[in-house]
């Protein structure tokens, strides 16, 4: 490893366990504002929502909105799934299962 | 004692599911990172020492474009700032725990554990052990989280277009069906629909901020839709 490359992963070690650790080490003087605490709920589907749709609609960086794109196509069949099973493994196996059979209908056909 | 051990294999069962999200995740992180010109060592040791899967993808490819040192370690640091959104939603949990366990287990946090075990620690049944439950889905997605990354290290070596095969969908897939069960209540509903709307604005801006912005839109979007609607009686927060 080179000397770069170790200063590479120290700094994002430190700077990553730092985000996660800050609010715990201080845990026992923090306390938090009622109205901070209500926000709280709404932080997983809000942070995981920013990061998946753009993923999806611009998968390559640029907007790719038909079904010729195959991570909206396998967003759509997850979505679906999700909603009907509520299980998170029916989930990930349809969408993951739409998106090879997708690559691999294009591959044979295209 | 078995208290403990059967809070720990829960949080192993219900992290499962998302280890198959996170397998082809690892496995074109480790293709990524053998072509990105990488070396296996410094892969392998930022799978083991940083363990954030968005932000080591983003590195490898921020290496391959031979960015500075410095400009990947402040886009990862941006890129993580929502762990601090997600410890804040933890704290009140965990808070009477030892350093000894505070340590590790902010080590561990991930999206993954963090969305199965709020989860837990919200169910009825409070319980003095329910962090062995975060430990257990920690551990799970830590060792899976290695041999995937290795794995794919052996796959990158051989089949040099294993990135172009599009494995990183698993990533979208994952969090789609993480985000479903959070999704119960009309406020829910407006928060999601906001920040996904917002990051769809916000997405030219640099470093990733706009998944920032977005979330905090979203959360701001939720609250008001709860003042408005009124606060939803008898369900609990997901």
């Not at chain 1, 010729?68 to 196509?73: A, G, H, I, K, R």
């Not at chain 2, 290496?63 to 601090?84: D, E, K, Q």
């Amino acid at each position: 490893m080179s000397a770069a490359e170790a200063a590479l992963i120290a700094g994002m070690a430190a700077v990553t366990f730092g985000v996660r650790y800050l609010l715990f080490a201080l845990a026992a003087r923090v306390r938090l504002a009622p109205w901070i605490e209500s926000s709280l709920r709404f932080i997983p589907p809000a942070v995981l929502t920013a990061i998946t749709l753009p993923a999806v609609l611009l998968p390559r960086g640029e907007w790719h909105l038909s079904f010729s794109n195959p991570y909206l196509l396998a967003a759509a069949a997850a979505t679906a799934a999700g909603v009907l099973t509520r299980n998170l493994l029916a989930t990930i196996a349809v969408g993951l299962s739409a998106f090879f059979a997708y690559r691999l209908a294009a591959l044979a056909f295209l | 004692m078995s208290h403990r051990r059967e809070e720990f294999a829960a949080g192993v069962r219900d992290t499962l599911p998302l280890l198959l999200g996170a397998l082809p995740f690892g496995l074109i992180y480790g293709a990524l990172a053998v072509t990105s010109g990488l070396s296996a060592a410094a892969a392998i040791a930022m799978s083991a020492l940083v363990f954030a899967g968005a932000s080591q993808f983003i590195a490898v490819g921020l290496v391959a474009a031979h960015t500075p040192v410095a400009v990947i370690v402040a886009t990862t640091f941006i890129v993580n700032l929502r762990h601090m959104l997600y410890s804040a939603t933890l704290l009140p949990h965990l808070k009477l725990l030892p350093q000894r366990w505070r340590i590790p287990l902010a080590f561990w946090l991930t999206d993954e554990t963090f969305a199965v075990t709020i989860r837990r620690y919200h169910r009825a049944e409070a319980s003095a052990c329910a962090h062995w439950y975060q430990l257990g889905s920690s551990l799970a997605m830590y060792l899976n989280w290695q041999l995937c990354c290795i794995a794919g290290m052996a796959v990158g070596e051989r089949i040099p277009d294993a990135a172009g095969w599009g494995l990183d969908v698993a990533m979208p897939i994952t969090f789609i069906g993480m985000i479903i069960p959070f999704v119960k209540t009309r406020p829910m509903g407006i928060c999601v629909l906001t920040a996904g709307a917002t990051a769809l604005l916000t997405q030219g801006l640099p470093y990733q901020l706009g998944i920032l912005v977005a979330a905090l839109a979203g959360i701001a979007a939720g609250m008001t839709a709860e003042r408005v609607l009124g606060k939803p009686k008898g369900v609990r927060p997901a």
